[in-house]
Nanobody
Framework: VQLQAYGGGLVQTGGSLRLSCAAS????????MGWYRQVPGNQRELVIA???????RYGDSVEGRFTISRDNAKKTNYLQTNDLKPEDTAIYYC???????????????WGQGTQVTVSS
């Protein structure tokens, strides 16, 4: 299984970016789809995540600015970021909980990370 992240880049304060993450490989089911971010020297933190039953979890300070949507048929999720702030600058990693074999638990898979930089 591979997760490929797209999007990211440089944007000014108040701007928007759309990131996407697509999974490929042997996939029998996907539970959580989400995004985490990390600044050098800090731990990776939750940005936003969507569970298969429709619940959404938000990290600190993004609710009301970031949204996540998922296309289960395409095994893809989309992160829409609005009203970006300099403190949103980080490497963003997509994450999915994926079942690859019947009878086995869901496992965590991560994308390669994409840089988001918000200039002041």
């Amino acid at each position: 299984v591979q997760l490929q992240a797209y999007g990211g880049g440089l944007v000014q304060t108040g701007g928007s970016l759309r990131l996407s993450c697509a999974a490929s490989g042997r996939i029998l089911g996907i539970n959580d789809m989400g995004w985490y971010r990390q600044v050098p020297g800090n731990q990776r933190e939750l940005v936003i995540a969507s569970s298969s039953d429709g619940n959404t979890r938000y990290g600190d300070s993004v609710e009301g600015r970031f949204t996540i949507s998922r296309d289960n048929a395409k095994k893809t999720n989309y992160l829409q970021t609005n009203d970006l702030k300099p403190e949103d600058t980080a490497i963003y990693y997509c994450h999915m909980e994926i079942r690859t074999h019947w009878g086995r638990d869901f496992r965590d898979f991560w994308g390669q990370g994409t840089q988001v930089t918000v200039s002041s």
